[in-house]
């Protein structure tokens, strides 16, 4: 099955840029889909396709994704950012989704 | 506007059963595929199950083969989740989530999860 690896926890001061990566093999031939769940919160989908950002979301949100990385990233970060986020993509070998591990992204 | 309700988590013993279900609104449900995703405490995202549009393409995770069942109600815009012979491991918030679904002539398959129910928690322990 594809595992997906994303780094445990990520720390940005306020209006700095955060990057949060995933890593997979290939994973750049894939489509990256990107989640954003606050504390006692249901996900929300923040990145769509690698870098389509869902109506509603601001354009600080951005995804890119090529090799074996791909990377959403949040400008001018503020502290209503700090959730785990998450990426997922399309197991095409065992015929469904699969997720990463998740981030935790601390805002200082 | 769109929405997804959970509802029928609770506690049940190990070897119990739980029956899920969700309430969507504010879109044509028979239209999509819809998937099940369950989050135990403290931990990641866990894709449990999906049924496509007509209830006529089914697959679950391994972890749940043979013991759950999905199924859908188009006629009443309802995803259900029946859990069967439940163990500690299975305890979790489940979700439902509506699953944009596109598949290219190349065989590709591209799926995303939008939007997500509130959740539903359910608890396995004696």
């Known amino acids: 099955s594809y595992v997906l690896t994303q780094p445990p926890s990520v720390s940005v001061a306020p209006g700095k840029t955060a990057r949060i990566t995933c890593g997979g093999n290939n994973i750049g031939s894939k489509s990256v889909h990107w989640y954003q769940q606050k504390p006692g919160q249901a996900p929300v989908l923040v990145i769509y396709d690698d870098s389509d950002r869902p109506s509603g979301i601001p354009e600080r949100f951005s995804g890119s994704n090529s090799g074996n990385t791909a990377t959403l990233t949040i400008s001018r970060v503020e502290a209503g950012d700090e959730a785990d986020y998450y990426c997922q993509v399309w197991d095409s070998s065992s015929d469904h989704p699969v997720f990463g591990g998740g981030t935790k992204l601390t805002v200082l | 506007q769109v929405q997804l309700v959970e509802s029928g988590g609770g506690l049940v013993k190990p070897g119990g059963s739980l029956r899920l279900s969700c309430a969507a609104s504010g879109f044509t449900f028979s239209d999509y595929y819809m998937s099940w995703i369950r989050q135990a405490p403290g931990k990641g995202l866990e894709w449990v199950s999906y049924?496509?549009?007509?209830?006529?393409?089914?697959y679950y995770a391994d972890s749940v083969k043979g013991r759950f069942t999905i199924s859908r109600d188009n006629a009443k815009n309802s995803l259900y989740l029946q859990m069967n012979s439940l163990r500690a491991e299975d305890t979790a918030v489940y979700y439902c989530?509506?699953?944009?679904?596109?598949?290219?002539?190349?065989?590709?398959?591209?799926?995303?999860?939008?939007?997500w129910g509130q959740g539903t928690l359910v608890t396995v322990s004696s």
């Open positions: 989530a509506r699953d944009q679904r596109q598949y290219y002539y190349d065989s590709r398959v591209i799926s995303w999860f939008d939007p």
């Open positions: 049924i496509s549009s007509s209830g006529s393409t089914i």
